[in-house]
């Protein structure tokens, strides 16, 4: 057998625990497969050097970002292989530039294009364990790019293709994926499966237990993926295409915090209108969410937006400086609100769920200032203060928990 384990900061946060994953990864070595483990770096390292950078410069350049970032990942593939050693184990750590992990050009968010199998299986081959660095690739230029927070998983998903591995498992500080976030919502369930679709949409949605690229490639490619615990043995979550379960009404709630909303106010009510303000994000690469536009009167009207909250002064200069062609009066952000995303397959046939969730909203007297909604899912903005509390309330209605 060959396993791909990938093990997240949390699960590598002290010494002791470092050498913990070490002999967990040596159990399976002993017993003859052929072992592949993807780390994060250790503990809040990426947090740290990026506010690190922010402290020297108010706009890191983002090349150099990845350059200083992607050490984390070397440290911890470094220090496991000697933890290793210890244990008397051949083990090699590799970097993205090693393997050959080769990525798109776009630093902080690139995407893998190939990657090279041969010094891994080469190293396999030679019966070490192979340690490689989660969340980082190369360019076309030979130069470090990371896959955006929380890459480290589709890493180890992107290998588990790439050597046809026999199994992809993702360690973490929770025993699998969970109704919702189970450090906000304490009675959250332990979901025995998800598919990947579902899965897709609560990552994509603030679920941060997987890096929703992850989820996208392993759907692409079909590789199963087992989510459980580095500190425990319980039996983890199975994300896979098809799940032998009865068919749930809702699988998940999921908050994201990390968004603002921009409001553009005094727009003229005319064809081209949206056209001119979303092109122009679009050409800075800049992701818009949710849209609202307000129903025009005296020929004017107001568009509102969400947008991932690192992008917000980017994108509010961005209208500043097109004013005059845009045309509106004034643009405002807001940096309090959070994404609240009930999400399910079996919403697609029970009508009613947007009403349940809207009415437990409202008993809680949260107020809703954006609504989107899919085939499966619904996702609404609210104040971020209210946010932990309306994830257990709409827990609650939809009776999640055991
Ligand atoms: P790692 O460092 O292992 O990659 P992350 O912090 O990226 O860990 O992801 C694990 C965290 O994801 C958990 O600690 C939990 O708070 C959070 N989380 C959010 N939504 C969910 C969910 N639906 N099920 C389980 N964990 C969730
Ligand atoms: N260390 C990176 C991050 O903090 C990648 C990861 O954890 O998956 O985002
Ligand atoms: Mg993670």
């Given at each position: 057998?060959?396993?791909?384990?990938?093990?997240?900061?949390?699960?590598?946060?002290?010494?002791?625990?470092?050498?913990?994953?070490?002999?967990?990864?040596?159990?399976?070595?002993?017993?003859?497969?052929?072992?592949?483990?993807?780390?994060?770096?250790?503990?809040k390292?990426t947090?740290?050097?990026?506010?690190?950078?922010?402290q020297?410069?108010?706009?890191?350049?983002?090349?150099?970002?990845?350059?200083?970032?992607?050490t984390?990942?070397?440290?911890?593939?470094?220090?496991m292989?000697?933890?290793?050693?210890?244990?008397?184990?051949r083990?090699?750590?590799?970097?993205?530039?090693?393997?050959?992990?080769?990525?798109?050009?776009?630093?902080?968010?690139?995407?893998?294009?190939?990657?090279?199998?041969?010094?891994?299986?080469?190293?396999?081959?030679?019966?070490?364990?192979?340690?490689?660095?989660?969340?980082?690739?190369?360019?076309?230029?030979?130069?470090?790019?990371?896959?955006?927070?929380?890459?480290?998983?589709?890493?180890?998903?992107?290998?588990?293709?790439?050597?046809?591995?026999d199994?992809?498992?993702?360690?973490?500080?929770?025993?699998?994926?969970?109704?919702?976030?189970?450090?906000?919502?304490?009675?959250?369930?332990?979901?025995?499966e998800?598919?990947?679709?579902?899965?897709?949409?609560?990552?994509?949605?603030?679920?941060?237990?997987?890096?929703?690229?992850?989820?996208?490639?392993?759907?692409?490619?079909?590789?199963?993926?087992?989510?459980?615990?580095?500190?425990?043995?319980?039996?983890?979550?199975?994300?896979?295409?098809?799940?032998?379960?009865?068919?749930?009404?809702?699988?998940?709630?999921?908050?994201?915090?990390?968004?603002d909303?921009?409001?553009?106010?005094?727009?003229r009510?005319?064809?081209?209108?949206?056209?001119?303000?979303?092109?122009?994000f679009?050409?800075?690469?800049?992701?818009?969410?949710?849209?609202?536009?307000?129903?025009?009167?005296?020929?004017?009207?107001?568009?509102?937006?969400?947008?991932?909250?690192?992008?917000?002064?980017?994108?509010?200069?961005?209208l500043?400086?097109?004013?005059?062609?845009?045309?509106?009066?004034?643009?405002?952000?807001?940096k309090?609100?959070?994404?609240?995303s009930?999400?399910g397959?079996?919403?697609?046939?029970?009508?009613?769920?947007?009403?349940?969730?809207?009415?437990?909203?409202?008993?809680?007297?949260?107020?809703?200032?954006?609504?989107?909604?899919?085939?499966?899912?619904?996702?609404?903005?609210?104040?971020?203060?209210?946010?932990?509390?309306?994830?257990?309330?709409?827990?609650?209605?939809?009776?999640?928990?055991?």
């Amino acid at each position: 057998m060959l396993i791909v384990k990938k093990f997240g900061g949390s699960s590598l946060a002290t010494p002791a625990r470092i050498i913990a994953v070490a002999r967990r990864c040596v159990e399976d070595y002993r017993k003859g497969d052929d072992v592949v483990v993807v780390l994060s770096a250790i503990g809040k390292t990426t947090d740290e050097l990026i506010s690190l950078a922010r402290q020297v410069a108010d706009r890191p350049p983002k090349r150099e970002v990845d350059m200083l970032i992607s050490t984390g990942e070397q440290v911890a593939a470094a220090i496991m292989a000697i933890a290793m050693s210890a244990l008397d184990i051949r083990a090699v750590s590799l970097n993205a530039f090693q393997v050959g992990m080769k990525t798109t050009g776009s630093y902080g968010n690139a995407r893998f294009r190939r990657i090279d199998t041969d010094r891994i299986r080469h190293e396999l081959e030679d019966r070490k364990i192979v340690i490689v660095t989660g969340f980082q690739g190369i360019n076309k230029y030979d130069d470090v790019t990371t896959l955006g927070r929380g890459g480290s998983d589709t890493t180890a998903v992107a290998l588990a293709s790439a050597l046809q591995a026999d199994a992809c498992e993702i360690y973490t500080d929770v025993d699998g994926i969970y109704t919702a976030d189970p450090r906000i919502c304490p009675n959250a369930r332990k979901l025995p499966e998800i598919s990947y679709d579902e899965m897709l949409d609560l990552a994509s949605l603030g679920a941060a237990v997987l890096h929703n690229r992850a989820v996208e490639m392993a759907k692409k490619y079909n590789v199963t993926v087992v989510v459980r615990s580095s500190m425990n043995r319980n039996e983890g979550t199975v994300v896979r295409e098809v799940t032998g379960l009865e068919r749930m009404l809702i699988s998940g709630v999921a908050l994201d915090k990390n968004v603002d909303r921009i409001a553009v106010i005094g727009l003229r009510d005319e064809p081209g209108t949206a056209f001119r303000l979303f092109s122009l994000f679009a050409k800075a690469g800049i992701n818009i969410d949710l849209i609202l536009q307000s129903s025009g009167h005296d020929g004017m009207k107001d568009i509102a937006f969400t947008l991932a909250d690192g992008d917000a002064d980017e994108a509010l200069e961005l209208l500043e400086k097109n004013k005059a062609r845009l045309r509106f009066r004034t643009a405002e952000v807001q940096k309090d609100v959070a994404k609240l995303s009930v999400v399910g397959v079996g919403m697609m046939s029970n009508p009613g769920v947007a009403a349940k969730m809207f009415e437990a909203l409202y008993n809680e007297g949260i107020n809703i200032q954006m609504i989107s909604t899919s085939e499966i899912r619904i996702t609404v903005l609210v104040d971020e203060r209210e946010g932990e509390h309306a994830v257990r309330a709409v827990h609650d209605a939809f009776e999640l928990s055991e």
